[in-house]
């Protein structure tokens, strides 16, 4: 039985569960899906595992999907539809030495790390031992340069965007450095 369910039989499967999807709307109507009901243990094993297998594929190409979407709007916001994309730079704090800052935290460090460092705590930890915690976290952290691509409904979208979008459906709009 294993053997019948392969990549496109689950395709098939998937397609019959967007169309009742579809069908029933937003209602948490139960699934009718035959070809699965029919199914021995091993072969729904078998089924979950290339479910798991699909969704990290799917996974992988929505990641591949945002870089390019991202590459194509630096510094810029695209409307879609009631959606806003917004491709932005963004900072975020790398230790130089991550057997540094440990060696700092000593006896405190399962209250900064989870799993990574928790620059709030250690901060704290650093203001608990009188030091000034803006210099303790220049010292062990840099700030590294990433770009982000924020996907947000438009009224959860910052302001001064949906006011530069207007009521246009489908418009990109260059952003000002003091904009981002």
């Keep these: 039985m294993t053997s019948e369910i ?71 916001v695209f409307k879609f539809g009631q959606r806003v994309f917004r491709g932005r730079n963004a900072s975020k704090l790398v230790p130089y030495d991550k057997d540094k800052v440990i060696e700092y935290l000593g006896d405190d460090w399962k209250a900064a790390i989870r799993p990574e460092f928790r620059t709030t705590a250690i901060k704290a930890i650093a203001q608990k031992r009188g030091q000034n915690p803006n210099v303790v976290i220049e010292s062990l952290f840099e700030r590294v340069e990433t770009e982000t691509l924020d996907v947000n409904p438009l009224n959860k979208s910052p302001k001064f965007i949906q006011e530069l979008l207007g009521d246009k459906e489908i418009n990109e709009i260059n952003l000002k450095d003091g904009d981002k």
Excluded: H, M, P
């Design 6 to 76: 392969n990549r496109d039989k689950l395709i098939a499967i998937l397609e019959e569960v967007k169309r009742q999807r579809i069908l029933f709307g937003e209602e948490e109507e139960a699934l009718d899906l035959t070809d699965v009901d029919g199914l021995d243990t091993q072969a729904l094993v078998f089924l979950r595992d290339e479910v798991e297998l699909l969704v990290k594929d799917a996974r992988t190409l929505k990641s591949y999907i945002d870089d390019r979407i991202r590459g194509l709007l630096k510094d810029k």
